[in-house]
């Protein structure tokens, strides 16, 4: 199957500072990327959809300008967390489709966020 | 899309076989049936997915009822590996896909 990377898969970082994930497909051209937090114990939440070459769009709740996304190209997709506080320590997981591979999804590893 | 109903949790014996229950009975006619699952600390894992047919792939077996408001995915021979939480999702297509997840069920394979 297709493969999702992350980078990088754990992260520590201060209170107030911000924070890039990388999300890339490997071995195919992804049309359509997005991106999940999971907190202990619960289920993933969508925090939001891209397409390469335009505007993300956001599900109700996510500050978007807390939460950049870029998917300047059809294998890379950005998440920044901006001014991260304790409460945005979380497992972020995206995931991709596209391609000869569009029935299904695949995600990445997730990236562990610890903000201190 | 319309919600699906699972167990919290089940529990199997390694090397037999694993029935995990969906309930969808607000399944519309073009929603897909997509199971998922999440091993500990990693990403979602896609399994198996079916419309109208029962369908068979290498790592499971999709049971969908005559109705489409109920579907089973099967384990044929569990394994300790698989031992993950099990996502039921239904959608609709279309450009967005986007997938909302449930609880899922948590399954345990007991040595």
């Known amino acids: 199957g297709a493969v999702v990377s992350q980078h990088p898969s754990r992260v520590i970082c201060k209170s107030g500072t911000s924070v890039k994930i990388e999300c890339r497909s490997l071995?195919?051209?992804?049309?359509?990327m997005f991106w999940y937090r999971q907190f202990p114990k619960k289920s993933l939440m969508l925090m939001a959809t891209s397409n390469e070459g335009s505007k993300a769009t956001y599900e109700q709740g996510v500050e978007k300008d807390k939460f950049l996304i870029n998917h300047a190209s059809l294998t890379l997709s950005t998440l920044t967390v901006t001014s991260a506080h304790p409460e945005d320590s979380s497992f972020y997981i995206c995931?991709?489709?596209?391609?000869?591979?569009?029935?299904?999804?695949?995600f990445g590893p997730g990236t562990r966020l610890t903000v201190t | 899309d319309a919600k699906t109903t699972q167990p919290n949790s089940m529990e199997s014996n390694e090397e037999e076989p694993v029935h995990l229950p969906c309930n969808h009975s607000?399944?519309?006619?073009?929603?897909?049936i997509h199971w998922y699952r999440q091993l500990p600390s990693q990403g979602p894992e896609y399994v198996i997915h079916?419309?109208?047919s029962n369908v068979n792939n290498r790592m499971a077996s999709l049971a969908i009822a005559e109705d489409r408001k109920s579907s089973t995915l099967i384990l044929h021979r569990a394994t300790l590996r698989d031992a993950a939480v099990y996502y039921c999702?239904?959608?609709?297509?279309?450009?967005?896909?986007?997938?909302?997840f449930g609880k899922g069920t948590l399954l345990t394979v007991n040595p």
């Open positions: 999702i239904l959608h609709s297509g279309g450009s967005n896909y986007k997938l909302t």
């Open positions: 995931s991709a489709r596209g391609g000869s591979y569009s029935y299904e999804q695949y």
């Open positions: 607000t399944i519309s006619g073009t929603d897909y």
């Open positions: 071995d195919f051209q992804a049309t359509t």
């Open positions: 079916g419309l109208t």
